[in-house]
């Protein structure tokens, strides 16, 4: 089965020099790549969304590290090894709450200091490299092996409908995405597939991103207003709500995209399949439950400026967290690249 074209989220420069990545805020009117080579410039993409995406910035990060290592070859072993340090501390705490960033950054920290004491500084950046690679090669491992998990999960409906809330796509990752991979993959084998996309306020990540890169592809997708998603799951035929998540504790709960939560409960309300998608990275066996999951808070201008014009009055009060967390009661699968897991979730046994 081949895989639907798809836009690629991030990629090495042609000269190897640098990461270009295809600047988000800039959809869906211009598709521009930039080009990234400091980790001061990647911390600045990742915070301000340019690139996003749980997987897509533990990626980004992994190869930036690699990168910036490979600037101080001049450096002895330990003042190499201070830096690599030095830089995985910034690009980690670029945001907190997707665990998958810090993962990806202290696997490549992780081994600059395990590799031998003998080996060169030129042979460690090599190493390095080679590890950032694999971090990007296993991604989209992990992206078809979601979707031909969930492909499991969801009914042989023609039409196949879905409710997807955000964007956990091929722009979420390196590959074809988390909770669209099947969609994808349903696509690819000449099943019809509707995907019905939250617009997800406050950015529109949902009608910006998502609506585009499935048109693009070629799959059938409406546009709603997050506040629409009541009416909708009542009177439209929807087979499974289908979501990512940034980070999932070890009793299951999920936090993801703010509105997730909101989703959940409505699915609920009307008997729809909630399902999460995520790499097993994103299971945070450290985090015991969503009380433990830190959240975020992004600034006022997101709300009241979001695309330059006024939209509330200008100095009222904002609240405005990026995640909510969903309780594991609500979500009836949690789908990984190691397979599709159910309820009661404890990911501490090694469920994941």
Known sequence: MNDVPHPQALRWAADAQAIEILDQTRLPEHEVYLRIDTPEQMVEAIRALRVRGAPAIGV???????????GHLHLRRAPLLARIDETAGLLATARPTAVNLAWAVERVRHLAHALPAEMSPLELVERLRAEADAILAEDRAMCRALGEHGLTLLPKDDPLTVLTHCNAGALATAGMGTALAPVYLAHAAGRRVR????????????SRITAWELQRAGIEVTVLPDNAGASLLRSERIDAVLVGADRIAANGDVANKIGTYGLAVLARRHGVPFYVFAPTSTVDPGTPDGEAIPIEQRGAAEVIRGFGRLTAPEHVAVYAPPFDVTPAALVDA???????HRPPYDFLRGAA
């Open 60 to 70: 980004a990060a992994a190869l930036l590290l690699a990168l910036a290592a490979a």
């Open 195 to 206: 995907v019905f996309a939250d617009e997800t306020r406050p950015l529109l990540q949902g």
């Open 334 to 340: 949690i789908v990984t690249d190691r397979g599709v």
